[in-house]
C-alpha cells in the first residue's frame, strides 16, 4: 500500500500510484491497494491521479478461512464517515479479489478500483476506468473467487454520482470452482447498495463484463 489515511481532510493530486499492494489484515482480507483510508471523518480528494496495476486481495486459504484472499479497493478502499471526490484521474488495471480457497468466500473481490462503503458521499468525475477487475478465479469453496464491481462498488448512506468519465473492459468475476455461485459476477463496471441516491450521466461504458466461466 502507498498512503494509508487515519485522519479527514487529506488531498492527494498529481501523482501516478503503481503497484501498489494492500497488506493482508489478520482474517487474510485485503484492502486498498495504493489507498486505504480508515479516518471516521473528514474528505478524503484525489484529483489527476493515475492509478496502474493496483492490487488488494491474494490467494484465498482453507476451510476455516472465510474471506481469505478477498480484496476491497484495488487502488481506493475507503470506509470513512466522510466524502471521497475523484476527478481526473486514470484507473487501469487495478484488481480487488484473489483466487479463491475453499474457505466461504474467498478471493472475494470488491471494487477492482475503488470501494467506498462509507456514510458520506462519492463522486466521480472525468476519469477513465480501463480493464479493472473485482474477483478472482473461483475455487472449491461456496462463493469463492466472486465479483461486484468491475471499477466501482458504492456501499455507502449518501450519494454516488458519475458524471463524464469513461468505463472500457472493466469486468467483475472469474472462472467458477465446484460449488454453486464461485466466479459469479455482479456489474462490470459499477456496484451499488447504498441508501442515498445514484446518478451516472455524460459517461461512457463499452464491453465490460460481468460473471464468468460456470464451474462443475
Known amino acids: 500500500r502507498i498512503f494509508a489515511v487515519n485522519s ?11 503497484h501498489g499492494a494492500a497488506p ?8 486498498g491497494g495504493a489507498i486505504a483510508d480508515s479516518s471516521s471523518s473528514g474528505s478524503l480528494v484525489v484529483s489527476a491521479v493515475s492509478f496502474l496495476d493496483d492490487t488488494a486481495g491474494g490467494a484465498g486459504g482453507g476451510s476455516g478461512n472465510f474471506l481469505s484472499g478477498s480484496g476491497y479497493g484495488g487502488a481506493i478502499y475507503t470506509d470513512s464517515g466522510g466524502p471521497l471526490s475523484v ?16 474457505g466461504l468466500s474467498s478471493g472475494l473481490g470488491d471494487g477492482g478500483a475503488i470501494y467506498a462503503n462509507n456514510s458520506g458521499s462519492l463522486s ?24 461486484f464491481g468491475g471499477a466501482i462498488f458504492a456501499y455507502n448512506g449518501g450519494s454516488f454520482s458519475v458524471s463524464s468519465s469513461t468505463f472500457t473492459a472493466d469486468t467483475t468475476g472469474g472462472a467458477g470452482g465446484s460449488v454453486a455461485f464461485s466466479g459469479n459476477g455482479y456489474g462490470g463496471a459499477l456496484y451499488t447498495e447504498n441508501g442515498g441516491s445514484a446518478s451516472v450521466s455524460d459517461s461512457t461504458l463499452t464491453a465490460n463484463g460481468a460473471g464468468g466461466q460456470g464451474g462443475e
Open 8 to 18: 479527514g481532510g487529506v488531498s492527494i493530486s498529481g501523482l501516478t500510484l503503481s
Open 24 to 31: 493482508p489484515l489478520t482474517n487474510g482480507t485485503n484492502t
Open 87 to 102: 476527478s481526473d484521474s486514470t484507473f487501469i488495471g487495478d484488481t480487488a479479489g484473489g483466487d479463491g480457497g475453499t
Open 124 to 147: 466521480v468525475s472525468d476519469s477513465t476506468f480501463t480493464g479493472d477487475t473485482a474477483g478472482g478465479q473461483g475455487g472449491p469453496g461456496p462463493n469463492s473467487g466472486v465479483g
